[in-house]
């Protein structure tokens, strides 16, 4: 094969470059970190009306979920009519919604807290009423200026025939983004926050932060172990593109929903706080048991998922129960870490259908210093547990139970502490004598 020359090589990487997109997060003043909230779908999916909205816009504040950092009330799909109105807007069910869709904004913003509301980049939503492909502009100025609301789920049904929209995904998000960028620059208020529903199927995780704060990476949620298992596997493998202002969403929180056990809403609710997807609340709260609502309000793992220092999400550090990097939708990654302002976040996750201990040295995790002692603070306990000296064992985690643990550096471990690495791999004296299992058996 003939040499190429250097300037061909430049010249083709030059045009190969420019034609990736660009991976830089959309900076536009909203959504800088996950948002945390309250959606219909999962709850009443279309069963809701201006009464649903408005007592649960009060529970949120009764039973203390707007005190620990819950923001957003949003409406989900079926609030409209089934026809735009004469003059092409999209109109809001007289019958579900009386008083009108500015009222009820008034009311939720009067609460303290921001309002949602959902369109589409299709013809029509997923339930068949008016999408917003060819009226984005229009849309959105009705969505925001007329009618009050502050965040925007745009979904993916009833896409137009290729010989119309002549776009790929891309170009379809695109269009809805622009209509809230050039809205935001005519009236100069922050922009609709953008939470873009694809369900991960052209990878939006490449490409979604140049439009908007947040974007689906899956399939619907359903309020199953074997969901949740399955969701936290798909995302295992993308938890690199989650930073400040764009985060991968792993869909509606099921807490508090169908057969899901305590110890499964904990480690539902660890892993995508800690995995810094956005946290809506989606179960009936006039009839949430103490037991979940506790789940919803563990301070501790929401300030790990609003920590406004550190933006990545943990990572798998070690499978356990596969070799690492299977893909296996029952069995997901089961040790985890990640940065945080206070120190090294720690989720263990319990895969199994029976108790089980669970092990591992500190320095697995990349956030570790070697030669260090780390102090314990366990995020579901709300306890201190000592001083962790080179290794840690959870004992008896439940059945798809989690342990969620925040670490912090107490300085050196004591001197004299052997072996003299803790991992074993190429450790060596600086005399050039490698210190392995000959020196030290077993290690």
């Known amino acids: 094969m003939a040499r190429l020359s250097s300037s061909f090589v430049v010249l083709l990487a030059s045009a190969i470059l ?6 830089a997060a959309l900076d536009n003043g909203v959504g800088r970190l996950p948002f945390l909230g309250y959606n219909t779908w999962n709850a009443y999916h279309c069963e809701i009306n201006e009464t649903v909205i408005r007592s649960t816009a009060e529970n949120m504040v009764k039973l ?3 005190d620990v950092g819950y923001e957003y009330i949003n409406i989900d799909d079926c609030y409209a009519a089934k026809n735009r109105s004469d003059d092409g807007n999209i109109v809001a069910n007289a019958t579900r919604f009386p008083s009108g869709m500015r009222n009820l904004t008034d ?25 917003s492909f060819q009226n984005e502009a229009r849309d959105a100025r009705l969505f925001q200026v007329e009618w009050g609301f502050d965040l925007l789920k745009y979904d993916n049904c009833a896409v137009p025939f290729d010989e119309v929209i002549k776009e790929g995904i891309v170009g379809k998000y695109s269009r809805m983004a622009q209509a809230i960028a050039d809205l935001a620059a005519e009236t100069g208020k922050p922009p609709l926050l953008f939470s873009l529903c694809e369900w991960g199927r052209e990878e939006p995780w490449l490409w979604a932060r140049r439009f908007g704060q947040s974007w689906r990476t ?11 298992a399955n969701l936290i596997n798909r995302n295992s493998f993308i938890t690199w593109a989650s930073d400040f202002s764009g985060h991968n969403d792993m869909d509606i929180l099921e807490v508090g929903n169908g057969n899901l056990t305590v110890d499964e809403a904990k480690s539902h609710f660890t892993a995508w706080a800690l995995m810094r997807s956005p946290l809506l609340i989606g179960t009936d709260l006039s009839v949430i048991s103490d037991e979940m609502l506790a789940v919803l309000k563990n301070e501790e793992i929401i300030a790990i998922n609003q920590d406004p220092v550190e933006g990545t999400a943990i990572t798998p550090f070690r499978w356990g129960f596969n070799p690492d990097w299977t893909f296996d939708p029952a069995h997901p990654a089961q040790f985890w870490s990640g940065q945080s302002q206070n120190g090294t976040v720690f ?3 319990n ?42 064992t959870a004992q008896a985690v439940p059945p798809h139970g989690v342990v969620a643990l925040l670490m912090t550096d107490a300085g050196d471990e004591p001197e004299g502490t052997q072996p003299p690495c803790q ?18 058996p077993g290690f």
């Open 107 to 131: 009311f939720v913003h009067d609460l303290g807290f921001k309002a949602g509301i959902y369109s589409d980049s299709g013809w029509f939503t997923c339930q068949l009423f008016p999408g």
């Open 423 to 440: 991992r074993p791999e190429w450790c060596m004296d600086q005399n050039g004598t490698r210190i392995d299992n000959i020196n030290f």
């Open 218 to 228: 899956t399939e619907d949620i359903d309020s199953s172990w074997k969901a949740l």
């Open 64 to 66: 203390g979920l707007k």
């Open 351 to 392: 895969v199994l259908d029976e108790p089980a201990d669970m092990h591992f040295n500190l320095t697995e995790s990349p956030w570790i210093r070697a030669g260090r002692q780390y102090s314990v603070r366990d995020l579901w306990t709300h306890t201190d547990n000592g001083t962790a000296i080179r290794d840690f």
């Open 347 to 349: 989720m263990l996750l």
């Open 18 to 23: 420019s034609n990736v997109p660009s991976t």
